[in-house]
Structure formats: structure tokens, C-alpha cells
């Protein structure tokens, strides 16, 4: 599918610019055909600027780029969503999104992107680090132990007991699965193909089918 530059008259298109791991929007500029060239040849996301009237770099001046890692075309072939890894803050308040939205509904995301930065990184003072080394025996047997926590949390203590429980055992999955080299994405792909919209009061099929 090709970017069709040529239902705008200046020869724009609108950017969506999208973080890789949490899926954040981050922000929005607009292409030429240039500057999509540009960015496809140098995994380096590079905007036209409407006010400079120029090729723009983002992050030529701060080095807060944007790494392109996929591009997608609209069915109109006239928007372009990018999933990018951004080297910092992305708007030029400081802030991480040009955008005033929620940043904690998608901290799981960031939280795996932080265990494997533990993993690539490695710091003595890391409870990841400390956890790793005890090997994958450990690591299973305390996503076991949080899993039972949680139960007993659910049925004999306090909400906030059990929210405590839950994000311990969501944690120690995580870093199970990227012992194992597993991702979310992974898991999410699985579940997807296990969904069966016939079954609305399930939601998701069942390994055994039932």
C-alpha cells in the first residue's frame, strides 16, 4: 500500500506518532514525500515542518529522536501511523506526549520494557538482577508463591491486599516470560487467536475448549 501525497494540496499527509511498547500516542506532524523517504532510509523519523517550511528532524536540536520501528497506511491511503522508540521526552514542554493522557493504563507495557533494560543492563543493586541470578527454578516458584498469595488475598484479606498481590504476581510474570524470551506480545497474540466472539459471556476460548 502505497502514501498517496497527492489528495493534499500542499503535499501533506498526517503523522501519528505511536511509542513501540506502551502504545502511547505521542504526537502528530505531517510528511512530505520527502521526509518520508527520508525517515523509511534512516530509521530516523523526519516530519515537514508547516512553520520552518523545511525538512524537520525531530530531535535535531534536543537528540530526543524518534527510532521508526513499523509504518502503517491508512485505508485512505492518505494518514501514516508510526510505532516509534523515542529517546525522551517527545514534546518540546518536556513533557513524554504532546498529548494529556492517561500514562498508567499502559505501564504494564513499560514495566516489560524495563525488565529487559534490567536484563540488556544489569546493576547489582536490581531486584531483577538479584532474581535472575537465582535462575529460572526460582524465578517459577515465585510467580507460584505470588499466585497463591493473590488467592488467598482474594478470599481473606483487604482490596488493597489484593491489588498488592496482583501487581507482585503481573511482576514476577513478567520476568518469567523474559527468562523464558517471551513477550506480551506473545501472549496477546495467543489470546487473540484463542477468542471466540460466539461466546461473549467468556470472552476467551479456553486451551481444553470449554
Not at 102 to 108: E, K, L, P
Not at 139 to 151: D, N
Not at 174 to 198: D, F, M, S, W, Y
Request: net charge negative.
Amino acid at each position: 500500500m502505497q502514501i498517496d501525497f497527492t489528495k493534499s494540496p500542499d503535499g501533506l499527509v498526517p503523522v501519528v506518532i505511536q511509542d513501540e511498547q506502551t502504545l502511547e500516542v505521542l504526537m502528530l506532524g505531517y510528511m512530505n514525500q520527502e521526509a518520508y523517504d527520508k525517515t523509511v532510509a534512516e530509521k530516523i523519523v523526519t516530519f515537514y515542518s508547516r512553520s520552518k517550511n523545511r525538512l524537520w528532524t525531530k530531535g535535531e536540536t534536543s537528540s530526543n529522536y524518534l527510532h521508526l520501528k513499523s509504518l502503517h497506511i491508512d485505508c485512505d491511503n492518505d494518514t501514516i501511523l508510526i510505532k516509534a522508540k523515542a529517546d525522551g521526552p517527545t514534546c518540546h514542554t518536556g513533557a513524554r506526549s504532546c498529548f494529556e493522557t492517561a500514562y498508567n493504563q499502559n505501564f504494564i507495557l513499560e514495566l516489560e520494557n524495563i525488565i529487559q533494560d534490567r536484563y540488556e543492563n544489569p546493576a547489582e543493586s536490581s531486584y531483577v538482577n538479584k532474581l535472575r541470578k537465582k535462575g529460572l527454578n526460582k524465578i517459577a516458584q515465585k510467580v507460584g508463591e505470588e499466585g497463591v498469595e493473590v488467592v488467598i488475598a482474594a478470599l481473606a484479606e483487604t482490596e488493597t491486599d489484593l491489588i498488592n498481590e496482583a501487581s507482585d504476581l503481573v511482576f514476577h510474570l513478567l520476568v518469567l516470560l523474559r527468562e523464558k524470551g517471551l513477550t506480551l506480545e506473545t501472549i496477546a497474540k495467543n489470546l487473540e487467536q484463542r477468542h471466540t466472539p460466539q461466546q461473549p459471556e467468556d470472552g476467551v476460548a479456553h486451551k481444553h475448549g470449554s
